[in-house]
């Protein structure tokens, strides 16, 4: 069966930096994503991995490996706004999103 | 701005009582899909259609019927809702539906409650 590992929810600082890992099983690859979904509203698109490395956007930062079928999102400079769950999904063979349950993420003061 | 929309925001709806939900796109997507998310889950994928071609999940229920009468609006109906149908349903958009990131755009979503 397919497979996305997350953990289930993460503790930070305001100010922090967090890294929320992914691990996936898949048949096939053909992207990693990963959406930001606050409570009870719809999930909004955060990145987007389908190369091996590190991609940087602003405060965020996504890392993939495919060889250990594994990526993380990397937030720095944590704010309380970004307090919400981070979704990790993988694109299959067939080209459908495969989606990890969520994290949900809690930012202290 | 171009967005997805979905109505209404809120529903409720007794035990066995068909509902619809409905979904509209601004951005001339060939794909909409239909999700089921339940708290600290993540999201089902019901059905999508590419452009006029339906695809169902092999396990979505028969409870669960889509309509796409034109590019811009996607319906989802549930025929008899049961207790186990309160959720929020999804709706999303993505311009290819293949390779590439061809991104989902999510609408608002509608929240189920089934008395």
């Known amino acids: 069966g397919q497979n996305i590992d997350q953990p289930t929810e993460m503790t930070a600082t305001e100010g922090a930096i967090v890294q929320i890992n992914c691990t996936y099983q898949t048949s096939g690859f053909n992207g990693l994503f990963w959406y930001q979904q606050h409570a009870g509203e719809a999930p909004t698109f955060l990145s987007y991995?389908?190369l091996d490395g590190l991609e940087e956007k602003g405060r965020f930062s996504s890392f993939l490996s495919r060889s250990k079928g594994y990526g993380y999102l990397l937030l720095k400079e944590l704010q309380m706004k970004d307090s919400a769950s981070y979704l990790c999904?993988?694109?299959?063979?067939?080209?459908?999103?495969?989606w990890g349950a969520g994290t949900k993420l809690i930012i202290k003061p | 701005d171009a967005m997805v929309i979905q109505n209404p925001r809120y529903q409720v709806t007794q035990f066995g009582k068909p509902v619809t939900l409905s979904c509209s796109q601004t951005l001339n997507h060939n794909v909409m899909y239909w999700y089921q998310q339940k708290s600290s889950q993540a999201p089902k994928l019901l059905f999508h259609y590419y452009d006029k071609d339906f695809n169902n999940e092999a396990d979505t229920p028969d409870n669960f019927q889509s309509r796409r009468p034109n590019t811009s609006f996607c319906f989802l109906d549930i025929r008899s809702p049961g207790l186990g149908d309160a959720a929020m349903y999804l709706c999303?958009?993505?311009?290819?539906?293949?390779?590439?990131?061809?991104?989902?755009?999510f609408g608002p979503g509608t929240r189920l409650t089934v008395l």
């Open positions: 999904a993988v694109k299959d063979s067939n080209y459908q999103l495969i």
């Open positions: 991995n389908v």
């Open positions: 999303a958009t993505s311009a290819l539906g293949g390779t590439g990131p061809d991104t989902q755009y």
